[in-house]
């Protein structure tokens, strides 16, 4: 046909694929080296060997292991005046009735579990939730063991900022503590079914961080990992529990 102009060989869309592919390889090049703009993927270098521990000295007697279960002498005990709880709502239960409780059945034991300071037990025996002075914080329910139905926190103030730490959870409808323990804590805190206290460590800037956890084999608050951690020098490693 005569008057028709044909495109030469070799015109048409090939330079715009050709653009398309060079500027494909500016963008992968750039990627590659890690040096582009703000905001795009840098290289972290070369990542360092991994290498198993080299014990050091190996021929050497190690110190000897302690033997025995932990805390063996400590297990689940039933509160001693507590009516049970059919229902296994443990909200019915008055907290302040358990730890006066407690009290009564141990009033001169200032050691071991039960133990408290003359002083605080005998403002235990007469204190309620209206008090101000009362030694016993708010109490507090989570589940701690895991069954889906809460279970009771209580914290006894003593002297010297020390704390006793209980907890108490309802077998077969019968008021059971599963936790009793003495700390000097900075604060206290819940993490799923984990209580954690932070202690003031006696090395500047350290503190104690000790993790109670439920054990599904002795039905108790077992101390799951005890540790020394560093802080930050002007706070306390969490914030501080405080009273309602």
Request: glycine share 8%; net charge negative.
């Amino acid at each position: 046909m005569t008057g028709s102009a044909r495109p030469a060989a070799g015109s048409g869309p090939r330079p715009r694929r050709l653009l398309t592919a060079l500027g494909a390889a500016a963008v992968l090049t750039a990627t590659v080296a890690g040096c582009g703009a703000a905001g795009e993927p840098l290289s972290a270098g070369t990542t360092a060997p991994v290498a198993a521990p080299s014990p050091l000295w190996p021929e050497r007697t190690p110190a000897p292991t302690p033997t025995g279960e932990q805390h063996d002498d400590v297990t689940a005990t039933r509160v001693p005046g507590i009516a049970a709880v059919p229902s296994g709502d443990i909200r019915k239960v008055d907290a302040y009735a358990v730890v006066k409780a407690e009290v009564a059945a141990h009033r001169h034991d200032v050691t071991g579990a039960d133990g408290l300071d003359e002083a605080t037990a005998a403002k235990i025996s007469s204190c309620s939730e209206a008090e101000r002075n009362c030694p016993i914080r708010t109490p507090v329910l989570r589940d701690l063991t895991g069954d889906g139905h809460d279970d009771l926190i209580v914290g006894i103030e003593m002297d010297d900022h020390f704390l006793g730490l209980r907890c108490y959870t309802l077998v077969k409808g019968e008021l059971t503590r599963v936790m009793a323990t003495v700390v000097r804590p900075s604060s206290i805190e819940v993490a799923g079914r984990d209580v954690i206290v932070w202690e003031p460590s006696d090395t500047p800037h350290y503190a104690v961080r000790s993790v109670y956890s439920w054990d599904s084999h002795r039905h108790y608050m077992e101390l799951k990992s005890d540790e020394i951690r560093r802080v930050e020098a002007t706070a306390t490693p969490r914030p501080t529990e405080t009273r309602r």
